[in-house]
């Protein structure tokens, strides 16, 4: 859209421009859809396959975004976008309300596809992704959802849930959900809570985040110490402050 | 900002571009000023302000200890140095006074003649400025936490108050009498709140999670309630269907054009719905740190261009673009807690008032005096600062020459 007039709100920079540390994507304000696509793939590259030897899609948090992108109601816009074309799924992890987990449909589906090779399960799995993964950007399906619109039957929807994509969530409704997560979310809770406690410990309950990115870390974390201070940052459970010796993370009491 | 002007004088721009402008910009510069005090005369936490909307001259304020203080916000003194006095006080000895900490306070929307205040002594008083004395008082069966004075009315002259009961009760100003309960809450009231688009349009937020939108004229239930997921069923767990917040709902706010209402809950999250049809617009705000276990009273900027929310957060007050959701800045100055802030529209300050039992008052920063008018200054004054006029000052000097 052209504008012949500037709005007020450009005449005035609401927030100072800090020449602050120069992050992947730090300073990127929304140049394009593709930004929010390729910070989600560097994302997915912090995450440690070998680890679930290979059996799990490459996982990421939507709040990992807000630490790289400042505007958080446009990697909201972005990803809902994304959501409906189809390229990427959401799912509710359950450790937290506001935790959502994101995966590329296709590593979904190949990894899925792959993990049901040689199962009873088979036929009700594919037949699933291609209906309802596919159609619909629901995260959470009711019974009669199953039943009238996609004609699923008792045993199928039994099945799906043996197979891992359904979880229960309550009396009569599942939500979608990625087959053996259980080890991503225990891993990741721990990890979570081993990086908030060395942040918490230091001098001040503060360190530079450059100085925690090369501390040892302990056998709890399992995962790249990058994606957990991605993790920390985005969901505000940390302040990141900018500094002349680069960005520090200050503990947050809540 | 010299683009803005010359616009204006040839015409190419709109008047009230400028203003929103200037509007703007000093919003952008509200800082703690030196030379502007509010009279410290809390002994206790500062609950609730509230400034008139006819001068803008004369502030309320209600005490954690009962108290209620005016101010005069003018400054008429001609020096920048002013601290706003407190020009009456109903005290702790009055006869009248509150027995329990004060929760709301509101003047009459159309002179100063009259403000209502409501209390943890479960009571609303209806008091007259002049006397100092209630004129009506209203009794409950629960705390008072909230209570709104639409300030549009024409037609009628409800309050509404939100108490610990789940029932919405409507107290006629007029005739004292208060049969009209709106149903619908499973939980205490936290706030309560009249649109100031329509007359008849009344918000309320309970500790149920849940924001009705009533239209009083109705006799059949709310209009609607927001849900915080917009109708879509799959997001939450089934037990958080229908509800605003993951928590307590403890503040709202409608916007200057009644278009837009703002809550925020217990859930450290602040959201932006569309008063018309309750869609939630999702806008991210972030983590807005919130552990109030009563009303919060934020408030929104008036005639700016983006229009700015301020939020008291722990002991600083938030700052945050209404539309895009980002943080702007933290306003830091309070030694405790923040419980309320009120914005005047007039002069584009911002009057915060916390558990320190200090009112802050942020100023926008002026332009600094330049140096050359500095040193003029010293030549002529004899002593400091002295502000008279030059014509009236001694020019004899004692050379013989």
Redesign the interface.
């Known amino acids: 859209m052209n504008r012949k007039?500037a709005?007020?709100?450009d005449?005035?920079k609401?927030?100072k421009r800090r020449n602050g540390p120069e992050q992947f994507g730090a300073d990127a304000d929304g140049d394009g859809p593709t930004d929010i696509r390729s910070t989600l793939e560097y994302l997915m590259t912090l995450f440690p396959r070998k680890l679930f030897n290979d059996a799990l899609p490459q996982i990421v948090l939507k709040h990992q975004l807000?630490s790289i992108h400042?505007?958080?109601?446009l990697?909201?816009?972005e990803v809902n976008k994304l959501r409906e074309r189809g390229e990427l799924l959401m799912f509710?992890l359950g450790f937290d309300?506001e935790a959502f987990g994101l995966v590329f449909a296709l590593d979904y589906k190949t990894k899925v596809l792959a993990g049901e090779e040689g199962k009873v399960t088979r036929a009700a799995v594919e037949k699933f992704l291609e209906k309802a993964v596919s159609s619909c950007t629901?995260?959470?399906?009711?019974k009669d959802k199953m039943l009238t619109e996609f004609l699923f039957t008792d045993s199928e929807i039994t099945q799906l849930v043996k197979s891992g994509v359904l979880t229960v969530?309550?009396a009569g409704?599942w939500w979608l959900s990625i087959p053996n997560s259980g080890k991503f979310t225990k891993y990741f809770i721990q990890g979570r809570k081993a990086v908030l406690g060395m942040v918490k410990k230091s001098k001040y309950s503060e360190i530079l985040k450059a100085d925690i990115e090369e501390r040892r870390t302990t056998s709890q974390v399992k995962f790249h110490m990058k994606y957990h201070i991605h993790d920390i940052v985005g969901a505000?459970l940390v302040e990141s402050i900018p500094t002349t010796s680069g960005t520090l993370l200050r503990f947050v009491d809540? | 900002?010299l683009?803005?002007l010359t616009a204006r004088q040839a015409g190419l721009?709109d008047p009230l571009?400028l203003r929103?402008?200037e509007s703007?910009?000093r919003v952008?510069g509200l800082k703690l000023n030196p030379d502007r005090d509010v009279d410290r005369v809390h002994g206790n936490g500062v609950n609730t302000i509230d400034i008139d909307a006819i001068e803008g001259k004369h502030m309320l304020s209600g005490g954690a200890d009962g108290v209620i203080v005016i101010y005069d916000l003018e400054n008429f003194s001609g020096k920048p140095q002013y601290t706003c006095k407190a020009v009456c006080t109903v005290g702790r000895s009055s006869r009248y006074v509150h027995k329990f900490s004060v929760e709301t306070v509101q003047w009459y929307p159309y002179d100063t003649g009259m403000f209502i205040s409501s209390s943890f002594d479960k009571t609303m008083k209806v008091w007259d400025t002049e006397t100092l004395k209630p004129a009506e008082v209203f009794e409950f069966e629960g705390n008072v936490y909230s209570h709104h004075l639409s300030p549009i009315a024409r037609k009628h002259s409800l309050i509404a108050v939100g108490t610990q009961n789940p029932k919405i009760q409507l107290c006629d100003l007029k005739s004292g009498s208060r049969i009209h309960v709106l149903h619908g809450h499973r939980g205490e009231i936290l706030s309560v709140r009249w649109s100031p688009r329509y007359e008849h349009i009344l918000a309320t937020a309970s500790a149920d999670s849940k924001v009705k939108v009533w239209d009083v004229r109705r006799a059949s239930g709310c209009l609607f309630t927001l849900d915080q997921h917009n109708g879509?069923?799959?997001?939450?767990?089934?037990e958080?269907v229908n509800t605003a917040h993951?928590g307590r709902v403890n503040g709202l706010c409608f916007t200057g054009d009644g278009l837009y209402l703002l809550t925020t809950g217990t859930d450290?999250r602040m959201r932006l719905w569309n008063s018309a049809t309750g869609e939630n617009t999702?806008?991210?705000?972030?983590?807005v740190?919130n552990e109030s276990r009563k009303r919060l009273q934020f408030t929104v900027s008036h005639g700016c261009?983006?229009e700015f929310v301020f939020v008291p957060c722990g002991s600083s007050v938030a700052v945050y673009?209404l539309h895009?959701?980002?943080l702007?800045t933290m306003l830091r100055g309070h030694y405790n807690n923040v419980d309320c802030c009120e914005f005047h529209p007039d002069y584009q300050e911002l009057y915060s008032g916390g558990k320190d039992c200090n009112i802050l008052a942020w100023v926008p920063v002026l332009r600094a005096s330049d140096v050359e008018e500095e040193t003029s200054r010293e030549n002529k004054g004899a002593a400091g600062q002295s502000s008279v006029n030059p014509a009236f000052q001694d020019a004899w000097s004692s050379d013989e020459d």
């Open positions: 007039r709005l007020i709100s005449a005035f609401v927030k807000y400042h505007d958080k109601t990697v909201d816009k509710q309300a629901d995260l959470s399906f009711s969530r309550d409704s505000e809540s | 900002m683009g803005f721009d571009r929103r402008a703007t910009r952008l879509d069923k799959s997001k939450a767990s089934s958080a993951n450290d999702l806008v991210n705000y972030g983590k740190c261009s983006p673009a895009s959701g980002e702007v």
